[in-house]
């Protein structure tokens, strides 16, 4: 049996801290014998797609989000690695989010979810999250709101999340061990889980 995950990096910034972060988290859960595909979305032009979704009243699967959408369906896991921008995640990564309003037509107007029902239920979804600050105490709360949201829309249960402050004190995260161990034990854990869920 294949577990599979995908990865969704809400950075444009190859080699930063939230980069290095879902590395850790992905070999996490490879060495939890799951496969993890990176999903690359930067490329994308999420407006013209949305007019596309809504042109006929309802979803529409374009070609340009037909790769993408069977990747999500196919999924046991998700792995959602984000800094906060202006107290949530980045106009890019929300934008790809809101592309699966097909997802969320489907599951809550149509009563006719396109997650198969074998796998509804079993799916789970684990969040990395990266802020500058440490004196804020809600700074994670609006990208955590939004990633719960697109997580149910798509049928994951939020399994878990490492949420990590006063990045402007670490710099970087390459010279904290322990943040580095966190984020793969975390897709370590999301592994097993997935393949305990499994029937």
Known sequence: MTYRIIALQG?????????????QAIYGAEAGGCEVARIAFTHLD????????FSRGGPVLGPEMQKIYSQFHDADGIIVASPVYTMGVPGKLKSLMDLF???????????HPLVPADKRGRRRGLFISLAGGADCPTVFDGAKSTVTAFFEILDFHYHDDLLIDDMDTIGDVKTRPDLL?????KGHALAKALKKEKP
């Open 46 to 53: 999420p407006g013209r797609i949305l007019e596309k979704v």
């Open 11 to 23: 950075s444009t910034k190859e080699g930063g801290n939230t980069s290095v972060l879902l590395d």
């Open 181 to 185: 161990k966190s984020a793969y034990d």
């Open 101 to 111: 309003q097909a997802f969320f037509i489907a599951k809550y107007e149509e009563k």
